[in-house]
C-alpha cells in the first residue's frame, strides 16, 4: 500500500473518504480522521453557493487543521462560475479543488450540472481549463463517472474527458465505476478501473464503488491498480473502515471497535456537530448517523429503531446509557 500524490501533495495512504453530500461534513471529516483516513473531500458545494457560504461564513466551507490535506468539491455548468467558486475555495484555504461530474440526481442534470458533463465533454473540459487558470498554486481533481450511459458514444465521452483533463494539468481523477444513470445501484465495473489505470499508467486515479468493506478497499487496490480507494457508504457509519484497511495492510486482525469506543466516537460526533451547527441539529444528525452507526453494533436492529426515536439531546444520552454499556 503506497501512498498517493495529488500535485505536490503526499497521502500517505491510499484509502480516502469519498466525497459523501449530506455526510462528508467537517464532524464527520474529523470522525473519520482521527479513524485513519488520509485525505478527506467536501459534499459538492454548487459554485454560485460557495461564494454565498463565504460571504455568510457558513459551515460548510469551514476548515480545520486537524482535517488536511482536503479537497474542496464543487459542482456547476459554467466555467466562470465554476472558476470563481474555485478561487473562493483556495481562498480559504482548501488544498485541493475537486470538480463534480458524476452526481446523477435528476436535478443536477436537468441543470447541465454533475453527471450531465459526462455527456457533454467540451463544456467539462472548458470548466477543467478555466478551473485550472483561477488556481494555478493548487491541484485540480475531477470526479467522473464510468460514462453517462452504456454506449459507445458515452464511453468515447469519458476517454476524452479523462485524456484531456491530464493534458490540461488536472492532477488525479477519481472514477466512480458505475455511469450516470445507473445511478447507485447494480454493480460498479472494477474492470473498468483497470482500464483507466492502463490506460494512464503514470497519472494517479482513485477508485470509487462498492467499498463495503476494508477488505474491498485493499482488493479494489489488487485487482485494478488503482492508486487509490474512496471509502463511501462503507464508510458512513463505520469510519473505523480506514484503521481496519491500516490495520490489513499492516498484516494485522482488523480492528473491532467496542461498545465503549462506539459511545465515545458518536458521542464526539454528537460534540462536534454541536460547535458546528448548535445542538438542535446536531441531534438531527446524530439522528441519521445513529441509524448508519447501529451496523456495528451487536444489536443493530433493536439499536437502529432506538436512533430512529431520538428527539432531544437527553434522548440520546439515555440511549447511550441504554444501548452502549
Ligand atoms: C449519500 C451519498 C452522497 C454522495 N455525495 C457525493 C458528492 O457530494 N460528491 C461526489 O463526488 N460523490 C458523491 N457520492 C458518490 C460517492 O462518493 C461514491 O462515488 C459512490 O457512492 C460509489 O461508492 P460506493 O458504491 O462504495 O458507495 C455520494 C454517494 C452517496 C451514497
Not at 119 to 143: G, H, M, Y
Not at 162 to 191: M, T
Not at 206 to 223: K, N, P, Q, V, Y
Not at 257 to 264: G, I, S, Y
Amino acid at each position: 500500500m503506497s501512498p498517493i500524490k495529488i500535485g505536490a501533495i503526499e497521502i500517505e495512504f491510499p484509502v480516502v473518504l469519498a466525497a459523501l453530500a449530506g455526510y462528508s461534513d467537517l464532524p464527520y471529516r474529523l470522525i473519520c480522521r482521527s479513524c485513519g483516513a488520509a485525505y478527506t473531500t467536501t459534499e459538492a458545494m454548487l459554485d454560485r453557493q460557495v461564494a454565498v457560504e463565504i460571504r455568510r461564513r457558513r459551515k460548510m466551507t469551514r476548515i480545520d487543521d486537524a482535517d488536511r490535506p482536503v479537497a474542496g468539491q464543487i459542482m456547476g455548468t459554467g466555467p466562470a462560475t465554476m472558476a470563481e467558486a474555485a478561487a473562493g475555495l483556495r481562498e480559504l484555504g482548501f488544498d485541493v479543488i475537486d470538480l463534480n461530474f458524476a452526481c446523477p440526481v435528476r436535478k443536477v442534470i436537468s441543470r447541465k450540472r454533475g453527471g450531465y458533463l459526462m455527456d457533454d465533454p467540451d463544456l467539462a473540459l472548458e470548466i477543467v481549463r478555466a478551473v485550472i487558470d483561477a488556481v494555478p498554486d493548487r491541484p485540480v481533481t475531477i470526479k467522473l463517472r464510468r460514462a453517462f450511459r452504456a454506449s459507445d458514444e458515452a464511453h468515447a465521452a469519458f476517454w476524452k474527458i479523462a485524456g484531456g483533463a491530464f493534458e490540461a494539468g488536472v492532477a488525479a481523477i477519481s472514477v466512480h465505476a458505475r455511469s450516470v444513470d445507473q445511478k447507485y445501484s447494480g454493480r460498479a465495473d472494477w474492470g473498468f478501473l483497470a482500464k483507466v489505470k492502463r490506460e494512464f499508467p503514470d497519472r494517479t486515479i482513485i477508485g470509487s464503488g462498492d467499498i463495503h468493506t476494508a477488505a474491498d478497499a485493499l482488493r479494489m487496490i489488487a485487482e485494478t491498480g488503482v492508486d487509490g480507494v474512496a471509502a463511501a457508504r462503507g464508510a458512513i457509519g463505520n469510519p473505523w473502515i480506514f484503521r481496519q484497511a491500516r490495520d490489513l495492510a499492516a498484516g494485522r486482525e482488523p480492528f473491532m471497535p467496542t461498545l465503549d469506543d462506539q459511545r465515545e466516537l458518536i458521542l464526539r460526533h454528537f460534540r462536534l456537530a454541536s460547535d458546528a451547527y448548535g445542538p438542535k441539529r446536531a441531534v438531527r444528525i446524530i439522528h441519521n448517523f445513529g441509524i448508519r452507526y447501529a451496523r456495528v453494533h451487536p444489536h443493530p436492529a433493536k439499536t437502529r429503531a432506538a436512533f430512529y426515536h431520538i428527539r432531544t439531546e437527553k434522548d440520546l444520552l439515555t440511549l447511550m446509557d441504554t444501548w452502549y454499556r
